[in-house]
């Protein structure tokens, strides 16, 4: 079919372009100079996972959340088009794939896949953890698993090199970890195209179960397809458009309707001509090893030295934190409030809160101290981790959030009489 400049590819591709750039582009603005009451938060609200996640755990869904709803709802009714058209994740994953390792085996990388079904297992053993109250969906959500790359290593190496960024140079303990998870995400595009989406993310796979229910869908009509196999050509999602469309797995791309030379592959609501489709299909045999195996990975999750049973000396909490139990319960780890923590004090854990907290913030003093009078990071934690707090509340009630010690031997101030800071 011939491609018009509004095509919906064309569209598609705007889209995710503006996607990707208002998501970096709010994370820059994640600063106390430019915060200025913008959503900085947007892409973490709109997420379904997060949203289900947090009711999991905690029984209740943060207000802002609510938002992720609108998703659920388009979804079901156009598919599955936040992977192609919204996820910043995605977007990125795809301009990568693009450049392909063998251009003349697309055909051969596009196929469906076994593997592909391992995400919705990955999923499955983030929900049974969730349900025992293990919350470690921010680990592998996407948008948090970006949110903090970006927030903690891609913006700091920017400022590094241009000094445009932030007030003063920002640094994150445990950044190495951090990069290596982010680099195999990003390299696996060179194995498979968008490896990450086709076969690990877990919001994809919940996408997927609402898209196996979606009224509007991409479908081919057998009477004028010819096997060509072009549509598979260019596929996002590798869910074979030219046999038993896997819809679950379609991204909405939008790539086979156009590369189609005989107008087979149409959108929208079924016909009886269509060729019937494949949907989420899982190995009930596997399903009961997920289970199981999700069985034995939480007391061994709960029995790894947690903050509640022994609460570390270093363990400073953001102010306005909830209480430690129910705080692991709400952190997704995505690193905004240490994005936006203008001294650089608060710095991602490593297991100073046990294998729960990993990655969450803790106050580092010796990096940063809590600045008198700000409450920034309580204004953008997407989850409520930290409830929003006001600067009069944390002067005058005053919030605490730890003891200090101070050596009046050592103390210059202390000795010559003057304030701190
Ligand atoms: S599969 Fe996951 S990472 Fe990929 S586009 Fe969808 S939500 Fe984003
Ligand atoms: S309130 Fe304290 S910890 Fe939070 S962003 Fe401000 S300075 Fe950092
Ligand atoms: S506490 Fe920080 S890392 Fe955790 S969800 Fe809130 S903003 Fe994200």
């Not at 996407?142 to 920002?170: E, Q």
């Not at 008198?372 to 006001?390: D, E, H, K």
Request: net charge positive; with cysteine.
């Amino acid at each position: 079919m011939k491609s018009s400049l509004f095509s919906l590819r064309n569209i598609r591709r705007l889209y995710g372009g503006l996607s990707l750039v208002l998501f970096f582009v709010l994370i820059v603005i994640t600063d106390y100079r430019f915060m200025k009451g913008y959503e900085v938060n947007i892409f973490l609200k709109l997420d379904p996972l997060v949203a289900i996640g947090t009711l999991l755990s905690t029984g209740t869904i943060y207000r802002g959340l609510f938002l992720s709803l609108a998703v659920v709802l388009l979804t079901i009714v156009f598919g599955r088009f936040f992977c192609s058209w919204l996820c910043p994740l995605g977007v990125l994953n795809q301009i990568l794939s693009s450049v392909k390792p063998d251009p003349s085996g697309q055909f051969r990388y596009n196929r469906f896949r076994p593997l592909y079904r391992l995400k919705y297992y990955v999923l499955a053993v983030l929900v049974l953890l969730g349900l025992f109250k293990v919350f470690q969906i921010g680990l592998l959500d996407p948008i948090a698993l970006l949110t903090r790359t970006t927030s903690t290593l891609v913006v700091p190496a920017v400022n590094r090199a241009t000094g445009l960024v932030y007030a003063k140079d920002f640094m994150a303990q445990g950044g190495v970890a951090l990069a290596v998870v982010f680099v195999l995400v990003i390299f696996a595009n060179r194995i498979v195209p968008r490896f990450w989406c086709r076969v690990l993310c877990p919001l994809g796979a919940l996408l997927g179960f609402f898209a196996s229910f979606s009224v509007l869908r991409i479908w081919r009509d057998e009477q004028k397809c010819t096997n060509c196999l072009l549509c598979l050509k260019n596929c996002h999602g590798g869910c074979d458009p030219h046999r038993d469309l896997k819809f679950s797995d379609c991204h909405l791309c939008m790539n086979c309707l156009e590369d189609c030379p005989e107008g087979a592959i149409h959108y929208g609501i079924e016909k009886p001509s269509s060729v019937p489709q494949g949907s989420v299909d899982l190995s009930k045999r596997r399903l009961v090893e997920t289970v199981v195996f999700s069985a034995f990975l939480v007391p061994l999750w709960k029995s790894s030295a947690s903050a509640e049973k022994k609460p570390s000396a270093r363990l400073i909490r953001p102010p306005g934190a909830l209480p430690e139990e129910d705080f692991v319960r709400k952190c997704i780890k995505c690193g905004q409030c240490m994005k936006v923590c203008p001294t650089n004090a608060l710095q991602p854990a490593l297991f100073e809160a046990g294998f729960d907290g990993l990655w969450s913030p803790i106050l580092v003093p010796r990096i940063g101290y809590c600045e008198y009078g700000c409450v920034l990071c309580s204004q953008v934690c997407p989850t409520g981790a930290i409830r929003p707090i006001r600067p009069e509340e944390k002067i005058k009630r005053p919030i605490k959030i730890g003891t200090a010690f101070y050596d009046r031997c050592r103390c210059l101030p202390w000795a010559m009489n003057i304030d701190c800071i």
